[in-house]
């Protein structure tokens, strides 16, 4: 797919590119050929003038410089009424014969024409005057053979130039078209790859769902209250799907956020004693002690909706990763610059090699323990962007069998970053 965008941006380029020169070249011609007829005409008038009045050396500069057409030169017949040359002065023969012919044409007005005698081009400038008492006939020629094969060479050497330049922007352009589509590809496969992990994600648990249905059908003439067992499966597994799929909604939004978030200064102190309190009931169900050392009045600039689902995530991980008997602490503190929120718990922890990745979507250290405790792996993805979101950072410090501290520092100044 990407390939055949690709091509398709390439051809584009290089059809424009094609069309450019294209238009550059007849501009430049019709240009050049437009000054030099212009001044051409201009200056076979001024020679006309000259012979009529005798004075061969006093040719005015025309529209373009003159020296143009001084080196190309002149020539030209005089004519009586009757059709005598009265003088000339030419260097091709066949300009008689051929002025002759034109002489029926010429109504006494002066004009300008172009003309192919054998093989040279000419331009014409035929005027009348009276002389002595006798209207004379002049036609001043300039052979313009050399100037229409420098504008077939300047056409043919632009349009080599042009051809060789393109042989050379093709290349570039494909190039170019690659890495102007790189970041669109790489969306794309990301895009691609969660849809994918997600799928695989809700498949687990409808397949359980789909096992436990199957189990109950066979026992169709059984009590509901024999298979309670096979029923809260079920139910558990509707929990995980459940759960799946508003992270999965959360995740797609932290990623590409519709409108701009709602903020504004709230207490972080209070938020952070309300959460603690929300969690106490679980933590004291799973035998796990849950403290808190929050520092009063600290207040934060942000969305609060966001930061209770950052403080509701690390500690529901950290009650799910923590045997029980063991203790989970939920600090807050401010320095100058930011607000600290620190995780702390003598779990599990996470080996080195992991600490990183955890963060990335639907990875699990523990694969089957996660999915036990109902975790979907995108927990700590989500935390990650509310808190890359907000320009803050996050630390970890974990020691496998000792526990884990997941330091949160949130900048004061919202505009700011870590
Ligand atoms: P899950 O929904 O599986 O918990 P998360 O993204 O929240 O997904 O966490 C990713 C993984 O990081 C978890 O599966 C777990 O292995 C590990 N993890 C997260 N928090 C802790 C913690 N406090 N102690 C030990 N391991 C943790």
């Known amino acids: 797919m990407f390939r055949d965008i690709r091509k398709k941006i390439t051809l584009f380029n290089t059809l424009i590119l094609i069309a450019f020169l294209i238009l550059f070249i007849v501009l430049l011609c019709v240009v050049v050929q437009w000054s030099l007829s212009t001044s051409g005409e201009s200056y076979l008038k001024n020679v006309a003038a000259s012979v009529e009045s005798?004075?061969?050396q006093s040719q005015n500069e025309g529209f373009l410089s003159t020296t143009v057409h001084e080196q190309m030169g002149y020539e030209y017949i005089e004519w009586d009424d009757k059709g005598s040359v009265v003088s000339q002065q030419i260097s091709n023969s066949d300009l008689i014969s051929e002025g002759y012919s034109l002489?029926?044409?010429?109504?006494?007005?002066?004009r300008y024409e172009t003309l192919k005698i054998g093989d040279r081009d000419y331009r014409l400038y035929t005027t009348a005057f009276d002389k002595d008492g006798k209207t004379l006939t002049l036609q001043v020629f300039q052979d313009t053979t050399t100037e229409n094969s420098v504008i077939s060479y300047i056409i043919s050497y632009l349009l080599m130039i042009g051809a060789a330049g393109l042989l050379l922007l093709i290349p570039l352009s494909w190039f170019l078209a690659?890495?102007?589509?790189?970041?669109?590809?790489?969306?794309?496969?990301l895009q691609k790859k969660f849809i994918a992990d997600a799928s695989h994600e809700l498949r687990t648990p409808i397949t359980v769902i789909q096992t436990n249905v199957e189990v109950l059908k066979m026992k169709e003439d059984e009590h509901i209250s024999d298979n309670m067992e096979w029923l809260s499966n079920i139910d558990n597994e509707c929990d995980t799907m459940g759960t799946l799929i508003s992270?999965?909604?959360?995740?797609?939004?932290?990623?590409?956020?519709?409108?701009?978030?709602?903020?504004?200064?709230?207490?972080?102190?209070d938020l952070c004693v309300e959460t603690v309190e929300l969690m106490r009931p679980l933590a004291r169900e799973k035998d796990i002690?849950?403290?808190?050392?929050?520092?009063?009045?600290i207040t934060y600039f942000g969305n609060p909706g966001k930061i209770r689902q950052l403080l509701r995530i690390f500690l529901d991980n950290a009650l799910k990763y923590t045997p029980a008997g063991g203790l989970v602490v939920l600090g807050l503190s401010e320095n100058k610059r930011s607000i600290v929120i620190k995780f702390s718990d003598n779990g599990l922890g996470i080996p080195e090699k992991d600490q990183q990745k955890i963060f990335s979507r639907f990875y699990r250290v523990d694969d089957a323990r996660s999915r036990a405790t109902g975790?979907?792996?995108?927990?700590l993805n989500i935390a990650d962007s509310i808190v890359r979101n907000s320009g803050g950072k996050i630390k970890l410090d974990s020691e496998p069998g000792k526990g884990s501290c997941?330091?949160?520092?949130?900048?004061?100044?919202?505009n700011q970053k870590i």
């Open 289 to 297: 002690r849950l403290e808190s050392a929050v520092a009063s009045g």
């Open 103 to 110: 002489l029926a044409d010429s109504d006494g007005t002066d």
């Open 406 to 414: 997941f330091t949160v520092l949130l900048p004061k100044n919202a």
């Open 247 to 269: 992270e999965l909604l959360t995740t797609a939004q932290n990623e590409k956020p519709e409108k701009k978030e709602e903020r504004l200064r709230f207490s972080m102190t």
């Open 375 to 379: 975790g979907t792996g995108l927990g």
């Open 54 to 56: 005798g004075n061969l």
């Open 178 to 189: 690659g890495r102007s589509l790189r970041p669109i590809r790489e969306n794309f496969e």
